[in-house]
């Protein structure tokens, strides 16, 4: 509405404009003569001269009247606007008196003078002396064509073309503010239904078995069993927990999935500026750090123990990951990129890890308590949880404990050699999730080599870590 109100006041002025400069007299040419400089008193022996500006006019002459002066006029051209000056030499021995003369302007075709303007002046000669006021060889006329100034309809042409373009601005200004304003208002209003998605019955049921599932696991066994519990299920309907009553049903994958994939379109929507930045953190700040620390090992899993493509651009592409970060108000070393994603690494899940870091990085608030590094040794063939055994390692100084494993493996944690891509055992490294990428790269080296070896005899040469309270280590 607004820009249309403009646009009819835009040309209701310019037809406004148009119509009185049309009807003013200044829209014609400039017609007419304007004597500049007459002298007065003329002394014998000097330089006289007159000067006249003539507009609108072919031809202009100096016509002397008196009888002391040359009869014959002096013409000049003064088509298209003429500075004219006649010149002349008053003689020593001019009669004094007055002199009496007229400068006379024909337009184009004119017969008669359509124009002519007197001019008296007056001779300061000796007494006695009889001689000519004017030499008639020294009368000369030269003549410079006047260059044209801004004409009056020019100037407002200039001037409703100012007025013009302003009120286009504060139009295109106010258009582009309204076009912000309505995307600010979509963002918004995604955030608010990601809200109300996530408080609805359904979601809150699947949410609630799939934390059954989630919770509870303390240790490696502990997700050696969850794991292996979701590795044997028939379906994405199959409960993967016994029921604890009758009626209710257990946890089951879907229920899982569909609540990390809440979390992962969530943080593409504010990683990618699709929702409201402000009222994503503050409604889902905390819950997107509990829902990485909960979820941490079984995403950690489903990636096989592959890094996120979370990690700074290679040198060369500082510019373009500078822009990248300010469209997606992420810290400079938390990078998401699915560019040149690296041998071991994977984008499974990386839009929600990204944002939890972020979190992290933003408020050391957030930064979960310290957690232990677990390694667990899945069976290649799967079988019945109750005829497996379980091979699950529970580090409690993450930093130590692998330091000393790989003493015993003679792994090089930095080594870029590749690794076994095919061990022949499962091996799941998982650290916890807020830790450097490099720690996660060095666990993931690590699991490659336990795989490689064996488990048994790597067991006895590591004495195991004291047992936390309340939970195994080994099983």
């Not at 008196?97 to 303007?117: H, K």
């Not at 240790?219 to 009626?247: I, K, Q």
């Not at 992290?360 to 005829?387: G, Q, Y």
Request: glycine share 6%.
């Amino acid at each position: 509405m607004v820009p249309l109100i403009l646009d009819a006041a835009t040309r209701a002025l310019a037809v406004l404009a148009a119509s009185w400069v049309l009807a003013s007299p200044a829209a014609a040419e400039p017609v007419g003569l304007i004597i500049d400089q007459v002298p007065e008193v003329l002394k014998p022996g000097t330089e006289a001269h007159v000067d006249a500006e003539a507009h609108g006019f072919a031809r202009c002459a100096l016509v002397f009247t008196s009888r002391n002066a040359p009869a014959e006029p002096s013409t000049a051209d003064a088509d298209g606007g003429m500075d004219l000056r006649w010149r002349w030499t008053v003689p020593a021995d001019a009669a004094p008196g007055p002199l009496e003369a007229e400068v006379r302007c024909w337009r184009t075709g004119a017969m008669t003078p359509s124009d002519r303007q007197r001019i008296s002046m007056t001779v300061d000669g000796d007494p006695g002396a009889t001689g000519s006021a004017v030499a008639a060889d020294t009368l000369r006329v030269a003549a410079a064509r006047i260059e044209p100034g801004p004409k009056l309809t020019e100037v407002i042409s200039v001037a409703v073309g100012m007025v013009t373009l302003m009120l286009t601005a504060v139009g295109l200004w106010l258009v582009l503010r309204q076009m912000r304003l309505t995307a600010g208002e979509g963002r918004r209003a995604r955030v608010s239904a990601l809200l109300d998605r996530s408080q609805g019955r359904e979601t809150l049921r699947n949410v609630s078995r799939g934390l059954r599932y989630i919770n509870g696991v303390n240790d490696a066994g502990d997700c050696f069993d969850r794991l292996l519990a979701w590795d044997v299920a028939v379906s994405g309907e199959s409960e993967l927990l016994e029921r604890v009553e009758p009626d209710e049903p257990g946890p089951r994958m879907n229920d899982i999935q569909v609540t990390i994939e809440f979390y992962e379109e969530l943080a593409a929507g504010h990683n990618a500026g699709t929702f409201d930045r402000t009222l994503t953190r503050q409604l889902f700040r905390s819950p997107i750090v509990q829902h990485m620390d909960r979820y941490w090992w079984l995403l950690h899993s489903h990636r096989d123990g592959r890094s996120a493509a979370l990690r700074p651009a290679p040198y060369g592409r500082r510019e373009r990951l500078w822009a990248w970060l300010r469209r997606h108000s992420l810290p400079e070393r938390w990078a998401v990129t699915q560019i040149g994603v690296q041998r071991f690494e994977t984008t499974a899940w990386a839009e929600v890890e990204a944002l939890a870091r972020f979190f992290v990085a933003e408020d050391d608030k957030l930064e979960p308590a310290a957690r232990d590094v677990w390694i667990v040794v899945l069976p290649t063939e799967i079988k019945p949880p109750s005829s497996c055994r379980r091979a699950s390692l529970h580090l409690s100084r993450p930093f130590d404990r692998l330091h000393e494993i790989e003493l015993v493996l003679g792994l090089d944690p930095w080594t870029d050699e590749p690794v076994n891509e095919a061990p022949p055992k499962r091996v799941l490294c998982i650290p916890p999730w807020h830790l450097p990428l490099s720690d996660h790269e060095r666990c993931r080296r690590l699991a490659h080599a336990i795989a490689a070896a064996d488990l048994q005899d790597l067991l006895l040469k590591v004495p195991p870590p004291p047992a936390p309270t309340g939970s195994s280590s080994t099983a």
